[in-house]
């Protein structure tokens, strides 16, 4: 009896000093600061852009913090984890004694750089003229462009998709004035598993097949051409109440389909993407057999999409390159054009917006987002040197044309639209062939000399300026020297590999 009232007496003085240690931690993870240092501005234009959005905490989860988080995990308080300071996220967990299950009282935080970090306290016009603004220019004037949303379930990236997409309606009105020819459309898709259903069209099942130049294309999908930003906003209202929703352990209302929201005008295109929420397998306890084959459909497709990334990541790394394993899953393959980038290229943009929850209790899932997300700056950073070394031989047709259009003062912008093929295609064509093209146009063989000389200059000078800028191009330093660096932390991500010896040696 003696013995088992000390041992009563010594568990309620643990329970005690582990209470007084989860309000130091709770204490400290709130008071946190640091210095940031200022990421310096990039040379060479971003083809992708990769934030950050941390969402408020909700009612039921501040009266959470304080208390043990329930799930197996000892002596563990929940509160707030994530602090904020733009560009950077500190993600904060208690620091522990090997052996030992009781928290030391002391933070242990890990850094992430991102190009931007929104808080909390972040207004969502500040997210949209940071983030959303600039792809909307992009597709006004006839590029593509893609706001892509990723995180784990419940962390808010329905919502912020949601208040983007009617956001850049209101900016696109402009596309709708009586004297503007083309037409705007806008079609609306959700991908569960590896089928498409259209979401205009009353959940019609779509075919996935690829056409002669190797494009995915969806069979069957509707597309509803809009007049006005009421017009644009219904259809959007529309697709998102067809979208495939359940209840999980993370969300009430949890997405459960990628979903794709594409608006067209011209030749410009502005993509929006919603994936649906990432979960681990603690949080699969309660879900009946239809949640779990459902949560193993949306973690394959989002693996894949990761494996994506790391081996985007190891090319970028390493002179022999893999293969990018994008014919995969559905997923990989409707979003290749923007995990690829389109290096130099003005008319092609990608947007990554992930969402992290401000919880101790999602630390896993928060550390797993972010260092994927590092990796995207990592793989953006890298096709932005390789492309720019290439020089005019990584030029589109629209380039060219453009170049030519401007050449000069605008004196063969006449002739122009003859010139729409890549910069590799001209800068390999004869004298010959390029004269009989421009008189076909309309211009004489003075103009064809003249254009053919100015391509060939403009092309040594790109030449010059790589090959200048990879010799003074100075390692990174330690840490996180930049927003356009190669981050120290991905290193997990990357498989280093060893040649194969050869027969001969």
């Known amino acids: 009896m003696l013995t088992t009232r000390r041992t009563d007496e010594a568990d309620a003085a643990r329970a005690g000093t582990n209470d007084a240690l989860c309000a130091l931690l709770v204490a400290k993870a709130s008071a946190y600061t640091s210095p940031v240092v200022p990421s310096p501005q990039s040379t060479l234009p971003r083809t992708i852009e990769v934030a950050c959005r941390c969402r408020p905490l909700l009612p039921d989860e501040i009266a959470a913090v304080g208390t043990t988080i329930t799930g197996g995990i000892t002596h563990v308080p929940e509160f707030s984890n994530c602090t904020v300071l733009d560009p950077e996220l500190h993600i904060h967990s208690e620091k522990r004694r090997i052996g030992v299950p009781d928290p030391t009282g002391k933070l242990e935080t ?9 808080g909390p306290d972040c207004e969502e016009e500040t997210i949209y003229s940071r983030l959303v603004a600039p792809l909307v220019a ?10 892509i949303a990723y995180g784990q ?3 808010g990236k329905t919502y912020s998709m949601a208040r983007m997409q009617e956001r850049a309606a209101e900016d696109l009105g402009a596309l709708f004035s009586p004297d503007r020819p083309l037409e705007t459309t ?9 089928t498409c259903f259209d979401l205009l069209a009353e959940r019609k099942e779509l075919s996935i097949r690829e056409d002669a130049s190797g494009a995915i294309v969806i069979g069957g999908l509707s597309r509803s051409t809009v007049g006005s930003v009421a017009e644009l906003k219904s259809n959007m209202d529309k697709g998102s109440q067809l979208r495939r929703t359940a209840a999980t352990t993370g969300n009430a209302q949890s997405s459960r389909s990628h979903a794709f929201c594409d608006i067209k005008h011209g030749e410009g295109v502005l993509r929006f993407v919603d994936l649906a929420g990432s979960e681990r397998k603690s949080d699969s306890v309660n879900h009946d057999l239809e949640r779990i084959n459902e949560m193993k459909e949306i973690n ?11 081996l985007l990541l190891v090319n970028s790394s390493t002179k022999k390159q893999q293969h990018i394993p994008y014919r995969r899953s559905k997923l990989t393959r409707l979003l290749q054009n923007e995990l690829s980038g389109a290096g130099a290229d003005t008319d092609v943009r990608t947007a990554f917006l992930v969402h992290i929850s401000p919880l101790r209790s999602s630390l896993l899932h928060t550390q797993n987002t972010l260092t994927y997300a590092e990796a995207m700056i990592a793989t953006a950073r890298a096709e932005k040197e390789k492309t720019a070394f290439r020089g005019t031989d990584a030029w589109g047709p629209k380039k060219v044309s453009g170049w030519v259009r401007q050449l000069d003062g605008g004196r063969y912008a006449d002739i122009a639209d003859c010139f729409h093929l890549s910069g590799k295609m001209l800068g390999a064509a004869w004298i010959n062939d390029i004269v009989r093209r421009t008189e076909a146009a309309g211009g004489t063989e003075a103009d064809a000399n003249a254009i053919y000389d100015a391509f060939h200059k403009k092309k040594l000078e790109l030449k010059k300026k790589g090959s200048v800028a990879a010799i003074r191009r100075k390692p990174p330093a330690e840490g996180f020297g930049g927003t356009d660096q190669v981050i120290p932390a991905l290193q997990d991500l990357v498989v280093e590999e060893k040649e194969q010896p050869t027969k001969n040696s």
Request: proline residues 0%; aromatic residues 10%.
């Open 300 to 310: 394959s497709s989002l693996g894949n999409l990761k494996e994506c990334i790391r």
């Open 138 to 147: 992009v597709a006004k004037g006839g590029g593509r462009a893609a706001c």
């Open 186 to 194: 806008v079609s609306f898709f959700e991908l569960r598993g590896e």
């Open 153 to 155: 379930t419940g962390s």
């Open 110 to 118: 890990k850094k992430f750089r991102l190009h931007a970090a929104f």
